[in-house]
């Protein structure tokens, strides 16, 4: 049973690119959820999606950062125009649908931006 | 907002020794609070939650303690080993599927 995916594992852009973070959850599941993590400190929330449904971008800085979670296909997170601030790791995770224990959230092994 | 503090941000024992890491939460909706090992360039790794119905819970060397008067909740580690190593994250959810707030994180080194 496949955990949840994530690539690439490594970016690296220049300041003014774009990029692009994909997100496929475990299997059976169809919540999402985006973290962003800075060096030496904890992961912090930056949306929740449900497949074509963003439910919560109450974390997303509010230009720049897109997400989005398609009827096929995985999830992106896409970052326009990247700062060096944008350098971290970026973490997603997921959770089975409602009507079974929602809260409990499966990390991938993320996505460590570098804005050179 | 939700905000979650995190104690001591590091902690260093002897193997064989117990560790005992603390978390206490602002919001009185909170009733789902998991915690996660980070080991240094990996994913978070779950590695016990408890929800608001129980005061405890235990898995092997693992047990969490919640207070929700208190609004606080601490892991336990029993009988350390050096592959215990690592950073410990507390966090909180207020239950259905909910983004969490992460506590800062607890770096445990332990000793051989």
């Known amino acids: 049973n496949a955990g949840v995916m994530q690539n690439p594992r490594h970016l690296v852009r220049r300041r003014g690119q774009e990029a692009r973070l994909r997100c496929s959850p475990m299997k059976g599941h169809s919540h999402v959820y985006w973290y962003r993590q800075l060096p030496e400190e904890g992961l912090k929330f930056m949306v929740y999606l449900q497949k074509e449904n963003i439910i919560d971008e109450s974390g997303m800085p509010k230009e720049r950062f897109s997400a989005e979670f398609p009827k096929e296909g995985p999830s992106i997170l896409r970052i326009q125009q990247v700062v060096r601030g944008d350098s971290a790791a970026y973490f997603c995770a997921s959770s089975p649908p409602w009507g079974i224990v929602t809260d409990t959230q499966y990390f991938g092994p993320g996505t460590r931006l570098t804005v050179l | ?112």
């Open chain 2, 1 to 112: 907002g939700e905000n979650v503090e995190q104690h001591p941000s590091t902690l260093s024992v002897q193997e064989g020794d117990s560790a005992v890491i603390k978390c206490t939460y602002s919001d009185s909706a909170s009733n789902y609070f998991p915690w996660y090992k980070q080991e240094l360039g990996k994913r978070p790794q779950l590695i016990i939650d408890i929800r608001s119905n129980v005061g405890e819970k235990k898995d092997q060397r693992i047990a969490v303690t919640l207070n929700k008067t208190a609004k606080h909740f601490s892991l336990h580690i029993t009988e350390t080993q050096p592959e215990d190593s690592a950073v410990y994250f507390c966090a909180e959810g207020g239950g259905g599927a909910d983004g969490l707030t992460f506590g800062k994180g607890t770096h445990l080194i332990i000793q051989p």
